[in-house]
């Protein structure tokens, strides 16, 4: 289908608008339309929403397109280009979708595949009892910082990790309201910035609360009143002040609201995020997709689904 053709349509099947926009004739997802790079966070994000819409053909193709464009040595590269660097979060993201596409289409192969990248994690990225940001193969070498919205705490269920420290990490980085997000496991402390990113700060709540059975009780009760008092989130903000810092309202940050908020049944709430989330992407559609980051709008629809399967 054509880009014209596409824009005529109200409400673009979300695949449609990945095929029109996004994918090269290689398969390969962009960061954005106009521009030719390529992260393995896309084509992570994307098998996610595949499973989820349970299109078994197109998961497959998909699946080998990543494998033959981002895996070396069990290792998914952060990007195709000039890198012998993986980041745990996108290997993650492949690997939840693995899993449940195991499940869906009933293909335990994907479960092998998955526990092939789970088994290159342990022997890389394992440091002083935490699962670190990136392993460079190449010169063998791992940092010391863990971003804790990397971390998915049901993989590393999985993988016998020991959830007493995970929690006991993620208490300790509770703020008022906000989340501390990158911890040094060499020096045992915290990273301090002036600004919070809410991708990760929700990112980082879902994880509490999959770690707790309960959300973080100050920044709960931010996140709800910040939505309620102004119609909507921003990208960034203020740690001292909690004033936003950016003009943005951001596709993937509603679409991690929405997430959050099943996740700790705010349902009332829920339905006026996923109307709001609705009409974003019918404006980015009417907009013809321009300066639209691929993550931020798979996000947004996968979000949409999980509010719908619900």
Same mark, same amino acid.
């Given at each position: 289908?054509?880009?014209?053709?596409?824009?005529?349509?109200?409400?673009?099947?979300?695949?449609?608008?990945?095929?029109? =926009?996004?994918?090269?004739?290689? %398969?390969?997802?962009?960061? =954005?339309?106009?521009?030719?790079?390529?992260?393995?966070?896309?084509? %992570?994000?994307?098998? #996610?929403?595949?499973?989820?819409?349970? &299109?078994?053909?197109?998961?497959?193709?998909?699946?080998?397109?990543?494998?033959?464009?981002?895996?070396?040595?069990?290792?998914? !590269?952060?990007?195709?280009?000039?890198?012998?660097?993986?980041?745990?979060?996108?290997?993650?993201?492949?690997?939840?979708?693995?899993?449940?596409?195991? #499940?869906?289409?009933?293909?335990?192969?994907?479960?092998?595949?998955?526990?092939?990248?789970?088994?290159?994690?342990?022997?890389?990225?394992?440091?002083?009892?935490?699962?670190? +940001?990136? =392993?460079?193969?190449?010169?063998?070498?791992?940092?010391?910082?863990?971003?804790?919205?990397?971390?998915? #705490?049901?993989?590393?269920? +999985?993988?016998?990790?020991?959830?007493?420290?995970?929690?006991?990490?993620?208490?300790?980085?509770?703020?008022?309201?906000?989340? *501390?997000?990158?911890?040094?496991?060499?020096? !045992?402390?915290?990273?301090?910035?002036?600004?919070?990113?809410?991708?990760?700060?929700?990112?980082?709540?879902?994880?509490?609360?999959?770690?707790? &059975?309960?959300?973080?009780?100050?920044?709960?009760?931010?996140?709800?009143?910040? =939505?309620?008092?102004? +119609?909507?989130?921003?990208?960034?903000?203020?740690?001292?002040?909690?004033?936003?810092?950016?003009?943005?309202?951001?596709?993937?940050?509603?679409?991690?609201?929405?997430?959050?908020?099943?996740?700790? *049944?705010?349902?009332?709430?829920?339905?006026?995020?996923?109307?709001?989330?609705?009409?974003?992407?019918?404006?980015?559609?009417?907009?013809?997709?321009? %300066?639209?980051?691929?993550?931020?709008?798979?996000?947004?629809?996968?979000?949409?689904?999980?509010?719908?399967?619900?």
């Amino acid at each position: 289908m054509t880009a014209n053709k596409l824009r005529q349509s109200e409400h673009p099947d979300p695949i449609t608008t990945i095929q029109t =926009y996004y994918e090269t004739k290689e %398969g390969v997802l962009r960061m =954005y339309p106009e521009r030719d790079e390529f992260l393995s966070e896309s084509m %992570g994000q994307y098998l #996610i929403y595949l499973e989820a819409v349970e &299109n078994q053909a197109l998961f497959k193709q998909t699946y080998q397109v990543m494998k033959s464009h981002f895996v070396e040595q069990s290792f998914i !590269k952060w990007r195709t280009t000039d890198t012998t660097v993986d980041a745990i979060v996108d290997t993650f993201r492949v690997i939840e979708a693995l899993k449940r596409a195991a #499940i869906t289409f009933d293909q335990p192969m994907y479960l092998e595949e998955a526990y092939n990248y789970q088994d290159a994690l342990k022997e890389a990225h394992y440091q002083n009892g935490f699962y670190v +940001d990136f =392993y460079d193969w190449y010169y063998d070498d791992i940092p010391s910082t863990m971003h804790l919205s990397y971390q998915d #705490i049901s993989i590393l269920t +999985d993988m016998g990790v020991n959830l007493t420290d995970y929690r006991q990490l993620f208490s300790e980085a509770e703020n008022e309201p906000f989340f *501390n997000e990158v911890y040094n496991v060499e020096t !045992k402390t915290f990273e301090q910035k002036d600004t919070a990113h809410l991708v990760d700060q929700l990112l980082i709540a879902q994880n509490y609360v999959k770690l707790t &059975n309960q959300p973080p009780d100050a920044f709960h009760r931010w996140i709800i009143a910040e =939505y309620n008092n102004s +119609d909507q989130l921003s990208g960034q903000y203020d740690r001292q002040t909690k004033k936003p810092v950016v003009n943005y309202e951001s596709m993937a940050v509603n679409g991690l609201f929405l997430d959050y908020l099943l996740l700790t *049944n705010e349902n009332g709430l829920a339905k006026d995020v996923y109307q709001k989330l609705n009409s974003q992407i019918k404006e980015v559609h009417e907009e013809n997709y321009e %300066g639209v980051h691929i993550f931020d709008y798979l996000m947004a629809v996968q979000a949409v689904v999980d509010y719908e399967k619900k």
